[in-house]
């Protein structure tokens, strides 16, 4: 059963990190994209889409930290402290992406919507509003965030494959 249990994890978290931390590392620079071209509806259709892996696979990712539990129960290793610092840096990493993550790309997506809604009825009153969310910084501190994220997730992955007190003597 256990090692049932250790491969329905670590497929899980192939499945379902890997598609975010993948998706949410090309959203930033597919959003400058999109809000410096308008009228490119590609651009659009992919920073909706990006945004939409993280969102779907953020929720299917749940199933990680769960199947993690009951494989360290199974083995008998859910009190060893590496364990419990994964677990720890994986609430963080889930933290970060609920977040910092995710409603800044919503925030992001809003304003490229915005920005089209502007140039659709070139109405120069709105330009302004538009401004303040367009701001560069905004995908600037959105790619620091998903940075941090990634880096928890390798970190955590780190201490999974080469677990002080292993078996495996690596």
């Not at 009190?79 to 720890?88: A, G, K």
């Not at 965030?145 to 078996?167: C, D, E, H, Q």
């Amino acid at each position: 059963m256990t090692k049932f249990l250790l491969v329905l994890h670590v497929l899980a978290a192939i499945v379902a990190v890997g598609p975010v931390t993948v998706a949410a590392s090309m959203f930033p620079p597919s959003a400058r994209r999109a809000l410096a071209d308008p009228d490119n509806q590609r651009a659009t259709e992919t920073v909706r889409l990006l945004h939409r892996i993280c969102r779907v696979y953020a929720g299917l990712g749940i199933a990680v930290p769960v199947l993690g539990m009951a494989t360290a129960l199974s083995m008998g290793v859910l009190h060893d402290t590496w364990l419990i610092v994964s677990m720890v840096l994986t609430g963080i990493a889930a933290a970060v992406l609920l977040a910092l993550v995710l409603p800044r790309q919503e925030e992001i997506i809003e304003a490229v919507e915005a920005v089209e809604a502007v140039e659709a009825s070139e109405a120069g009153t709105a330009t302004a509003a538009v401004g303040v969310a367009v701001n560069p910084r905004v995908t600037v501190r959105l790619a620091m965030f998903t940075g941090i994220f990634n880096l928890l997730w390798a970190t955590v992955t780190i201490l999974m494959i080469v677990r002080p007190g292993s078996t495996t003597g690596a």
